[in-house]
């Protein structure tokens, strides 16, 4: 075979998107204030291992994969950092990394004050 004969097939990272929001979730048993990293446009599969989201040295708190594995959620509990960089990985091995930009300046946020009372608010 010959290097020109070689075909390279588009990479399929370049078809994914990252959207931030602030949202509240039930967590044991008191809703929460999280930043969600929502990555799509990807397929990550079901593993025996938790799955988790990375940005810039921030872990998140848990992660969850959306039914049929086209996006993957992570919830974090801590102020996201500005990032070039999402990382998505199972258990404490990296599965991909993408080329995506996180501000989380822009990042829409909840009205603080609408907020029922007893929502824990762990990003101020």
Avoid: Q, W
Avoid at 38 to 53: K, L, T, W
Avoid at 55 to 66: F, N
Avoid at 77 to 90: E, H, I, M, Q, S
Wanted: proline share 8%; hydrophobic share 35%.
């Amino acid at each position: 075979m010959d290097a020109k004969e070689i075909i390279r097939t588009p990479d399929p990272r370049r078809n994914a998107h990252v959207e931030l929001r602030e949202v509240v979730r039930d967590d044991e048993k008191r809703a929460r204030v999280y930043a969600r990293v929502r990555v799509s446009g990807y397929y990550f599969p079901e593993r025996a291992e938790a799955p988790f989201v990375l940005v810039g040295d921030v872990v998140s708190k848990y992660a969850l994969i959306e039914p049929g594995g086209l996006a993957i959620c992570g919830y974090f509990d801590r102020n996201l950092p500005p990032a070039k960089t999402v990382t998505v990985g199972y258990g404490r091995t990296v599965f991909v990394d993408f080329d995506l930009e996180v501000d989380p300046r822009e990042m829409p946020r909840l009205e603080r004050g609408k907020l029922p009372d007893g929502v824990i608010d762990s990003l101020g």
